[in-house]
């Protein structure tokens, strides 16, 4: 079984930056798929950012496409989101995923482990 903890979410204002942290234990995620979601009040789940297990593919969705980059560190286990000129659209929570099956589809369906999300609120 993988856990996985999200932390460094919080309230910032338009045009700020907040780095998002996906910690993983019980099991290293070096062979897995991992992606950032967020889902508003009222809105499905979105695949924000993923990134593949040998950190060669990268998705972002076009609405973060240059604001945000997805990394991981495999030493310690973590993922992070860096993410830049945050807009108050951006407002959600977020979420990591892991998907152990050797494969880099984004929907949330595919992935097997989740953690408890984040809240993000970015004020205008």
């Known amino acids: 079984q993988v856990q996985l903890v999200e932390s460094g979410g919080g309230l910032v204002q338009a045009g700020g930056s907040l780095r998002l942290s996906c910690a993983a234990s019980?099991?290293?995620?070096?062979?897995?798929?991992v992606a950032w979601f967020r889902q508003a009040p009222g809105k499905e789940r979105e695949a924000v950012a993923g990134?593949?297990?040998?950190?060669?593919?990268?998705y972002y969705a076009d609405s973060v496409k240059s604001r945000f980059t997805i990394s991981r560190d495999n030493a310690k286990n973590t993922v992070y989101l860096q993410m830049n000129s945050l807009k108050p659209e951006d407002t959600a929570v977020y979420y990591c995923?892991?998907?152990?099956?050797?494969?880099?589809?984004?929907?949330?369906?595919?992935?097997?482990?989740w953690g408890q999300g984040t809240q993000v609120t970015v004020s205008s």
């Open positions: 990134i593949s297990w040998t950190g060669v593919n990268l």
């Open positions: 995923a892991a998907d152990a099956n050797y494969r880099f589809q984004l929907s949330p369906n595919e992935f097997d482990y």
């Open positions: 019980g099991r290293t995620v070096r062979s897995y798929t």
